[in-house]
C-alpha cells in the first residue's frame, strides 16, 4: 500500500527552481532512501513533504489524504515526524526535555511515557544523560536525540535528513542500524542521504535525484550496482 506520494512536484524559492516536476512513492513498511549531491534538492523535498514549504505545484498524499496545503502540525498529528538536517535540538533544555517537545502534540499521559520507555530502550545513551543539556551531547548522540524526538509522536512514516552527517564510522554504522530496527518494528522511513553505499545497502527501493530532478530509481541493489551510481557516488 502506498504511504507517500509524491507527484510532480515542482518548488521554488524566487527566481530559482529547486525542485523540478518529482514524482516517487513510499509504500508502507518501507525504507526508501533518496540520495544526491549537495544542492540537488533533498532538504527541499522533506521539507515540502512536512508543510515547511509550499510547493509551486503538484500533489502530496499521505495515507490518502493531500496534505500539499496542510499545516505542519496537523501533517505531524496525522502521523509523519521529521528528523531535520542538522538535528536542531533545543539547547538549555535537558535530553528529557527535548523528547517532551517531540510529544507536544499530543495529549495521553500514558502513551507518551510508554513512547518515551521506547525511545529509551532504543537508545540507552539518552536514558543515562537524560538530565544533561542536549547542547553538550556528543554528534552522534544530539543526532540519537532528534531521531527519538521524531519517534515521540509514534509516527507512521520517519522522515530522515542525512542522519549520519558529519558522524565518526563507528557511529554511522550504529545510525544505520537502528533505522533497519525502526523498520522493522512498524515505522515506514524516507532517508536523504550523502552516504549513498550505506543509505542504498539498506533501502527497499531508492531514488537518484540531480539538480532538482530524479534521473534514475530502483530497489537498493539495483541502484548499488549500477554505473551512474557507482560513478557519481561510489567513487567508481
Ligand atoms: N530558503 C532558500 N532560499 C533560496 N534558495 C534556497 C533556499 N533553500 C534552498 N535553496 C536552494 O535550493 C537548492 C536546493 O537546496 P536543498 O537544501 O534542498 O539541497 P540539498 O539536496 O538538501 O543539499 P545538501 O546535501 O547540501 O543539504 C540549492 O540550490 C539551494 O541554494
Ligand atoms: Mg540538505
Known sequence: MSMLKVENLSVHYGMIQAVRD????????????????????KTTILRTISGLVRPSQGRIEFLGQEIQRQAAQKIVSAG?????????????????????MGAFLRKNREENQANLQKVFSRFPRLEER????????????QQMLAMGRALMSAPKLLLLDEPSMGLAPIFIQEIFDIIQDIQKQGTTVLLIEQNANKALSIANRGYVLETGKIVLSGTGQELL????????YLGG
Open 22 to 41: 518529482v514524482s516517487f512513492e513510499v509504500n508502507e513498511g518501507e525504507v526508501v532512501s533518496l540520495i544526491g549531491a549537495n544542492g540537488a534538492g
Open 80 to 100: 509523519l515526524s521529521q528528523v531535520p538536517e542538522g538535528r536542531h535540538v533545543f539547547s538549555g533544555l535537558t535530553v528529557l526535555e527535548n523528547l517532551e
Open 130 to 141: 537524560k538530565n544533561q543539556d542536549a547542547a553538550t551531547l556528543s554528534g552522534g548522540e
Open 225 to 232: 550496482a549500477s554505473d551512474e551510481v557507482r560513478k557519481a
